[in-house]
């Protein structure tokens, strides 16, 4: 049984505009799984899909094997969320939003909320309209993983938080992965958040699944292709199998090519003739600016 | 252990790993029967997922660097005097491959090449000479940025 | 020229910062509602409209009085929700325009939305027939709604006034309680001022007074705080011992952690969640509001089980509340919805407050009926007609009105009352009589409609059109009103049987619209999002242009309307017959059954995906 399964999920907002068309991929115990993608490319609908509060048009999701729409409760017992606004009741004290939390979990670890309560140091007599952005975060994160659930669904968790909090949260869900094998499904544009902490990468573009693959795969089996623009043709560039993307900047084809850095210049060479390109693996950022970036 | 990941850096963060534990043992700065530190003590100190760590230590044992004993944290084994050499010969030249394509890219003759490699290793002084200067690591710690002038210094007291 | 070349972007920028008022973005729910307010209150006025210009409002009779308050309640939140505590948006805020130019527009804005609801109840109220296509107004009623638009943008100018640099006065308690006063002090104003002119110059030259003040007191540049330190003393001091004292403070700072939440558990519990559901879901001001305002409906609808006024208007009006709540609740549901909390609690918590609201104010009417020595009556006479509950009236067979004819011979045609304008169903009041009629034809009416309305025996001396008439009788009579004794403590199988009924059929229909409604929030996916949407919100939405229009028009009888609903549901009683008390007693069956219908829908409805609207404040 899979952690998590999305099967050809579909939804459209509105009518011929899929915000999601046949997205489907599945995470086990102790995957990380990093979700990328431009604003709007769908990743919140996702994780909403995967809480149960949105119904895919078609396909299906399945959490720890149960329809999440069918289940809620045991399913939400199970899971930990994030969410990227502040949804915690605001007129409610600190000590009041954990105690009414572990109320509903039947989970829930007070030695582990104990420590996270001492690690955050957010003043517990605090109501929460009164805390900064980044404490109310870690209130929220601290209720989401003191349960110990077996996944943890977080929305953009590191949106608009400075680095120390963000290293903090990092830090507090690793914690999470060691202990317990939790499985983590987050969607950020914190590359370097994702470099560290996820273990695949899903990218999202265009309603569909662009790339699935584990991050070393992507640092060892891609790499982008500096061309000069005279040595080649553009189309026959585009058209080399493997060339994922492609663009033109300051009199070179940049060119992202699904092989390592020595096998791609092999290829450019073998298949095209072309000796002076250099090739090189590349940041997830930099994966991502040239995969998604120039397209719209 | 000093060990510095660079996440952002095109190179995988276990092989980042790898390669400096390899530098380590190499450079003598790990010893045969020293322990690594657990999997999850370093995924905490590094804030970096726990299995990259376990992949980067599972490659390692498959290597032969390193040694899994059950229920006991993984020791470097012991390896004998020829095989260190080897090791260190081949983590230089990991490092040099670059050069060369480098060299092969700007049209540098092999002999011009060998000149300046030679050359440099004259100008950077102190010893090694007699040890046909291959043991001399050059500059920095692979795969990172940080971190490497203590590799280097340290190589200094184990040099055959 | 420069001048000329900005003029245009101006105008457009003044045009962007006018469509970005939040005074704006209200727009059509307030002239809605207020065109809604405004015909209910007609329409409940019967056909002879009170003057409302003859003196200060607190001399008139309380039910005027009580639907005045109510109407000014909705006035007032009108203007509350034109955030007039901000003087420039955020936007305005960052561009290079002078105070002295965004607050007249934002001050103009305000104005002209705080004029609107009073302007299109006082058109709705004050219409008294027609003339070439226009409106005939009655002049007090206008010259009223003139005093209290006065009134409410005095009050509207005022609260601004404590401001000096920020562009947005923030809520100290002493700045709500300066608004209370000012709001209450309003109200007493509207209350007793006289219809006087003098009056009303006196209060427009107060108004140009405030604002002119307001315009003096302008900053060169608005600032985002009053200039004193944002940050709590206390806190900042906190900080830097923390700072100073490294580490270690900090983990004793955050010891309590561990102390402070072993009480809330013992006091919380099972009341800390429901506290924490009914907060998110109703804990904000419209929701109270909304809830108020069904107290106070179902403190009037017990008027309909007691006395022969008709509150059916009333009854749509909650109707649309209850919806109004209810979906104020489903925008907020994200908030709870990842927590493992079952939806039918969700759903409990959403519609029991309202439903109890609606309670509470009906157990009170109840109660103000059996306490007080008030003797409501089901017949009664006032503004020179026979008045018996609605559902008393007659459809007219074959559209012809009979004529009422008495045994000694005087006879009289009751006034067709058909739905529509145009024709339809025709209805008419059998107890009615005309101008001429005799004081024995109207006694005799009076005495046919209690024996009808309460199933007893009308005395055989009233078939003699000359039986003697007490003196006080008849200047009663013909003062236009007074309670029939022969109708008091009397009770009515016929009417507490309709009732009975009406309100089984109301749960059971409350049930199934809000399942209907609730069909507009269900996954994507199926075609009864897109039916149940038409549905729910747009008939709703037709049905009361209809009567908008159709009532300030004339085209439709919204009276004879109630009585149809009512006649169908009496007949439908009669054809039952059961006993009153068993119908009451399926009543809350009925209520039960019908939200069950609707939590069946609830259970399955998706979260609505805009979760992340920013609210005003945020950009205001």
């Known amino acids: 049984m899979r952690t998590v399964e999305f099967h050809e999920i579909t939804m459209a907002y509105r009518k011929g505009e899929p915000v999601l068309d046949g997205v489907g991929f599945a995470a086990d115990g102790g995957d990380v799984i990093g979700l990328l993608g431009r604003n709007g490319a769908?990743?919140?609908?996702?994780?909403?899909?995967?809480?149960?509060?949105?119904?895919?048009?078609?396909?299906?999701?399945?959490?720890?094997?149960?329809?999440?729409?069918?289940?809620?409760?045991?399913?939400?017992?199970?899971?930990?969320?994030?969410?990227?606004?502040?949804?915690?009741?605001?007129?409610?004290?600190?000590?009041?939003?954990?105690?009414?939390?572990?109320?509903?979990?039947?989970?829930?670890?007070?030695?582990?909320?104990?420590?996270?309560?001492?690690?955050?140091?957010?003043?517990?007599?605090?109501?929460?309209?009164?805390?900064?952005?980044?404490?109310?975060?870690?209130?929220?994160?601290?209720?989401?993983?003191?349960?110990?659930?077996?996944?943890?669904?977080?929305?953009e968790p590191a949106g608009g938080l400075d680095p120390a909090v963000r290293r903090e949260f990092l830090e507090t869900a690793i914690q999470l992965l060691n202990e317990e094998g939790t499985t983590i499904l987050?969607?950020?544009?914190?590359?370097?958040?994702?470099?560290?902490?996820?273990?695949?990468?899903?990218?999202?573009?265009?309603?569909?699944?662009?790339?699935?693959?584990?991050?070393?795969?992507?640092?060892?089996?891609?790499?982008?292709?500096?061309?000069?623009?005279?040595?080649?043709?553009?189309?026959?560039l585009r058209a080399m199998p493997g060339c994922l993307g492609l663009r033109e900047q300051g009199g070179a084809w940049r060119a992202i090519v699904r092989e390592g850095p020595a096998a791609c210049r092999e290829r450019l060479a073998a298949e095209l003739g072309v000796a002076e390109a250099r090739c090189q693996s590349l940041p997830l950022e930099e994966m991502f600016i040239e995969l998604v970036g120039g397209r719209s | 252990m000093l060990i510095v990941v660079d996440p952002h850096s095109g190179v995988p963060v276990y092989r980042q790993l790898m390669d400096q534990v390899k530098f380590h043992v190499a450079s003598g700065l790990l010893k045969p029967g020293d322990e690594l530190p657990s999997t999850r003590a370093l995924s905490t100190e590094l804030g970096v997922n726990p299995m990259t760590i376990?992949?980067?230590?599972?490659?390692?044992?498959?290597?032969?660097?390193?040694?899994?004993?059950?229920?006991?944290?993984?020791?470097?084994?012991?390896?004998?005097?020829?095989?260190?050499?080897?090791?260190?010969?081949?983590?230089?030249?990991?490092?040099?491959?670059?050069?060369?394509?480098?060299a092969r890219q700007l049209g540098i003759g092999d002999d011009e090449a060998v000149d300046l490699f030679r050359r440099l290793l004259a100008e950077s002084g102190d010893g090694g000479a007699a040890g046909g200067g291959l043991d001399e690591s050059g500059d920095g710690l692979p795969g990172a940025s940080a971190g490497g002038s203590d590799g280097g210094a340290s190589s200094e007291e184990d040099g055959p | 020229?420069?001048?000329?070349?900005?003029?245009?972007?101006?105008?457009?920028?003044?045009?962007?910062?006018?469509?970005?008022?939040?005074?704006?973005?209200?727009?059509?729910?307030?002239?809605?509602?207020?065109?809604?307010?405004?015909?209910?209150?007609?329409?409940?006025?019967?056909?002879?409209?009170?003057?409302?210009?003859?003196?200060?409002?607190?001399?008139?009779?309380?039910?005027?009085?009580?639907?005045?308050?109510?109407?000014?309640?909705?006035?007032?939140?009108?203007?509350?929700?034109?955030?007039?505590?901000?003087?420039?948006?955020?936007?305005?805020?960052?561009?290079?325009?002078?105070?002295?130019?965004?607050?007249?527009?934002?001050a103009a804005c305000q104005l002209a939305m705080s004029l609107l609801p009073v302007a299109l109840v006082t058109l709705a109220v004050a219409q008294r027939g027609?003339?070439?296509?226009?409106?005939?107004?009655?002049?007090?009623?206008?010259?009223?709604?003139?005093?209290?638009?006065?009134?409410?943008?005095?009050?509207?100018?005022?609260?601004?006034?404590?401001?000096?640099?920020?562009?947005?006065?923030?809520?100290?308690?002493?700045?709500?309680?300066?608004?209370?006063?000012?709001?209450?002090?309003?109200?007493?104003?509207?209350?007793?001022?006289?219809?006087?002119?003098?009056?009303?110059?006196?209060?427009?030259?107060?108004?140009?007074?405030?604002?002119?003040?307001?315009?003096?007191?302008?900053?060169?540049?608005?600032?985002?705080?009053?200039?004193?330190?944002?940050?709590?003393?206390?806190?900042?001091?906190?900080g830097r011992a923390r700072d100073a004292a490294g580490c270690p403070p900090a983990r004793s700072e955050a010891q309590p952690a561990s102390v402070m939440t072993s009480p809330v558990r013992r006091s919380g519990g099972r009341w800390l969640r429901w506290r924490t559901i009914l907060g998110v879901l109703h804990a904000h001001p419209l929701a109270v509001i909304l809830l108020l305002i069904l107290t106070y409906y179902g403190f009037l609808l017990v008027e309909d089980l007691h006395t022969p006024r008709n509150m059916l208007p009333f009854i749509l009006l909650a109707a649309a509340l209850l919806w109004g709540v209810l979906g104020q609740s489903v925008g907020r549901l994200h908030r709870l919805d990842p927590l493992p909390i079952s939806r039918s609690r969700l759903f409990a918590a959403a519609v029991l407050p309202p439903l109890a609201c609606l309670a509470l104010g009906f157990g009170a009417g109840e109660l103000r009926y059996r306490v007080a020595p008030y003797t409501p009556t089901l017949v009664g006479y006032w503004d020179r007609q026979v008045q018996v509950p609605r559902e008393f009236w007659c459809v007219a067979p074959a559209g012809e009105v009979p004529l009422v004819r008495a045994p000694w011979g005087e006879a009289h045609r009751p006034a067709a009352r058909p739905l529509t304008r145009l024709g339809g169903t025709m209805l008419y009041h059998p107890y009615e009589h005309g101008e001429a009629s005799s004081p024995a034809f109207i006694d005799w009416q009076?005495?046919?409609?209690?024996?009808?309305?309460?199933?007893?025996?009308?005395?055989?001396?009233?078939s003699d059109p000359d039986r003697p008439l007490s003196p006080g009788y008849l200047a009663a009579i013909a003062r236009g009103g007074f309670t029939p004794d022969a109708s008091v403590g009397l009770g009515s199988a016929i009417h507490a049987r309709t009732h009975a009924l009406g309100a089984c059929l109301a749960a059971l229909g409350a049930g199934f619209l809000l399942a209907i409604g609730l069909g507009h929030w269900s996954p994507r996916n199926s075609s009864w999002r897109r039916l149940s949407t038409i549905l729910a919100t747009g008939l709703p939405v037709a049905l009361m242009i209809a009567l908008v229009i159709g009532g300030a028009s004339e085209l439709v009888d919204i009276g004879a309307m109630g009585a149809l609903v009512l006649i169908l549901v009496r007949n439908g009683a009669e054809a039952l017959a059961l006993p009153a008390g068993v119908l009451w007693a399926l009543a809350p069956v009925c209520l039960v059954l019908g939200l069950w219908i609707a939590q069946e829908r609830f259970a399955r409805i998706e979260i609505p995906p805009r979760l992340s609207r920013r609210r005003f404040h945020e950009e205001y």
């Open chain 1, 42 to 155: 769908g990743k919140t609908t996702l994780l909403r899909i995967a809480m149960g509060m949105l119904a895919p048009q078609a396909g299906a999701v399945r959490l720890f094997g149960l329809d999440p729409r069918e289940h809620p409760l045991a399913v939400k017992q199970r899971v930990g969320y994030v969410s990227e606004d502040q949804i915690l009741p605001e007129f409610l004290k600190v000590a009041e939003v954990i105690a009414m939390h572990r109320q509903l979990f039947p989970s829930w670890d007070e030695t582990l909320e104990r420590r996270l309560c001492e690690r955050f140091a957010v003043p517990p007599g605090a109501r929460i309209r009164t805390l900064s952005k980044g404490q109310a975060r870690q209130v929220a994160l601290l209720c989401a993983v003191a349960h110990r659930p077996e996944l943890l669904v977080l929305d």
């Open chain 1, 186 to 236: 987050f969607s950020s544009h914190h590359m370097t958040d994702v470099e560290r902490m996820a273990g695949r990468v899903v990218l999202l573009h265009d309603a569909a699944v662009l790339l699935d693959n584990p991050l070393d795969e992507l640092r060892e089996g891609f790499s982008l292709a500096l061309v000069p623009v005279a040595a080649v043709d553009g189309e026959r």
């Open chain 2, 54 to 102: 376990s992949k980067a230590y599972s490659y390692l044992e498959r290597e032969g660097i390193v040694e899994r004993r059950p229920g006991r944290p993984l020791v470097v084994k012991a390896l004998p005097g020829d095989d260190l050499k080897d090791r260190k010969l081949e983590q230089l030249g990991e490092s040099l491959a670059p050069t060369v394509t480098m």
């Open chain 3, 1 to 106: 020229m420069t001048a000329r070349a900005n003029t245009a972007p101006v105008a457009r920028l003044g045009w962007l910062l006018l469509r970005r008022d939040p005074a704006w973005r209200s727009l059509w729910q307030v002239i809605l509602i207020s065109a809604v307010l405004g015909i209910v209150i007609r329409a409940g006025a019967g056909a002879e409209p009170p003057d409302l210009g003859g003196g200060p409002l607190v001399t008139q009779p309380g039910r005027i009085l009580a639907q005045f308050v109510m109407t000014w309640l909705w006035f007032f939140w009108a203007t509350l929700i034109t955030n007039f505590w901000t003087r420039s948006s955020r936007l305005a805020l960052a561009l290079p325009l002078s105070p002295r130019r965004v607050w007249p527009l934002r």
């Open chain 3, 130 to 238: 027609w003339r070439g296509g226009l409106p005939l107004l009655d002049a007090g009623t206008v010259r009223l709604g003139v005093r209290v638009w006065g009134v409410l943008a005095l009050f509207q100018l005022a609260a601004q006034l404590p401001a000096r640099l920020q562009h947005r006065i923030p809520a100290r308690p002493a700045y709500v309680a300066y608004i209370a006063a000012l709001a209450a002090g309003s109200l007493w104003l509207t209350l007793v001022s006289p219809p006087h002119p003098g009056f009303l110059a006196g209060l427009l030259g107060a108004v140009l007074l405030t604002g002119a003040c307001n315009w003096w007191c302008l900053p060169t540049t608005w600032s985002l705080t009053a200039g004193a330190p944002a940050m709590p003393v206390g806190d900042s001091r906190a």
């Open chain 3, 446 to 462: 009076i005495w046919r409609a209690i024996a009808d309305v309460h199933g007893v025996r009308a005395p055989a001396s009233i």
